[in-house]
């Protein structure tokens, strides 16, 4: 496997799951006292995904760069989400 293809699949995965918790923090309805919590959670997460994830997708899809491409979309932060609730 190329790094261009496994960058492609890692920040298409990360832009799946983004989806998924940005559903979930925006869209679905929380306790009113955490509510401003989970809206700057979301917020907090998108700024990150788009300063890790989005700059990734698109060295790869350029073929440019194809280490930093990869390192990009190994330091999102939905990796370490995924990484400590695995454990807790």
């Known amino acids: 496997m190329t790094l261009r293809l496994a960058t492609i699949i890692v ?17 679905l309805e929380s306790d ?3 509510k401003g919590l989970d809206n ?13 994830g ?3 997708l698109v060295l790869a899809l350029k073929n440019r760069a194809p280490r930093t491409a990869l390192t990009l ?3 999102s ?8 609730s695995r454990w807790s």
């Open 11 to 27: 920040s298409l995965l990360d832009f799946v799951a983004w989806v998924f918790i940005v559903f979930a923090t925006f869209l």
């Open 32 to 34: 009113q006292a955490t």
């Open 40 to 52: 700057v959670a979301g917020m907090a997460l998108t700024a990150l995904v788009l300063v890790t």
């Open 54 to 56: 989005a700059p990734a």
């Open 73 to 75: 979309a190994l330091a």
């Open 77 to 84: 932060p939905l990796h370490s989400l995924s990484c400590s």
